[in-house]
């Protein structure tokens, strides 16, 4: 049983340029959640998909955007980039009934360094 | 605002010795709270969970946590560590208010000397 899967495991872009992370949830799971983990840091949450839509939203400006497919995979889009946004971008993914309670299972992450 | 203190950054136990890791909250209200570790190449993986009931809650790889209203704590304890524990714990908690998302601490990463 394939756990949460991340693409790509590490990137390098440069400031102003967009990139997409993408998230594929552990099977049977239909809530997919996004963090931002910055060097020496605990996980910040970005936002929550369910259903194809935005659950929840963290303190993250618009230039955090997300989506939800169908077979509730999901992308993480990230426009204008800047230094600060090099992190290691977890995804997480949640059994029917259970995102509430917080219980998640974690991909490895994409890390992503901005020059 | 909801907070996370871990107040250790890194911690050094020998192997065989036992270990506590300190969580405080800073919430109106018991939020669920959570233990999980992250070790090197690795997702992050539940420990334990207190959701109500027993403030004394067991976990995998022989963790255990305590909650203490009183002092709004969610210490991580075992009694005995092995190599193969070192890596970064976190605490986390997910209000009832806002149980969508956790809210993590800044982590505690512990060193195993052999």
């Known amino acids: 049983d394939a756990g949460v899967t991340q693409s790509p495991t590490h990137l390098i872009k440069t400031r102003g340029q967009q990139v997409t992370l993408r998230c594929s949830p552990k099977?049977?799971?239909?809530?997919v959640s996004w963090y931002q983990q910055a060097l020496g840091q605990g996980p910040q949450f970005i936002f929550q998909?369910?259903?194809?839509?935005?659950?929840q939203r963290g303190n993250f400006p618009d230039r955090f955007s997300g989506h939800q497919f169908p077979n509730y995979s999901s992308e993480l889009n990230v426009n204008a980039l800047w230094l600060g946004d090099s992190a290691l971008y977890l995804c997480?993914?949640?059994?029917?009934?259970?995102?509430?309670?917080?219980?998640?299972?974690f991909g490895e992450g994409s890390r992503l360094t901005v020059l | 605002a909801q907070s996370v203190t871990q107040p250790d950054i890194h911690i050094t136990v020998s192997e065989g010795a036992s270990l506590e890791l300190r969580c405080n909250y800073s919430?109106?209200?018991?939020?669920?709270l959570f233990w999980y570790v992250q070790s090197p190449g690795q997702g992050l993986q539940l420990l334990l969970k207190?959701?109500?009931?027993?403030?004394l809650v067991q976990g995998i790889k022989g963790f255990e946590a305590e909650f203490k209203r009183s002092q709004s704590s969610f210490n991580l304890r075992k009694p005995s560590v092995h190599w193969s524990d070192a890596a970064e714990y976190f605490c986390?908690?997910?209000?009832?208010?806002?149980?969508?998302?956790?809210?993590f601490g800044s982590g505690t990463r512990l060193l195993v000397r052999p």
């Open positions: 997480a993914s949640s059994a029917p009934g259970l995102a509430v309670t917080g219980e998640l299972f």
């Open positions: 099977s049977g799971h239909d809530t």
């Open positions: 998909y369910y259903e194809e839509e935005e659950r």
């Open positions: 919430y109106g209200a018991t939020p669920y």
């Open positions: 207190y959701f109500s009931g027993d403030t």
């Open positions: 986390a908690v997910a209000p009832m208010d806002s149980s969508y998302k956790l809210i």
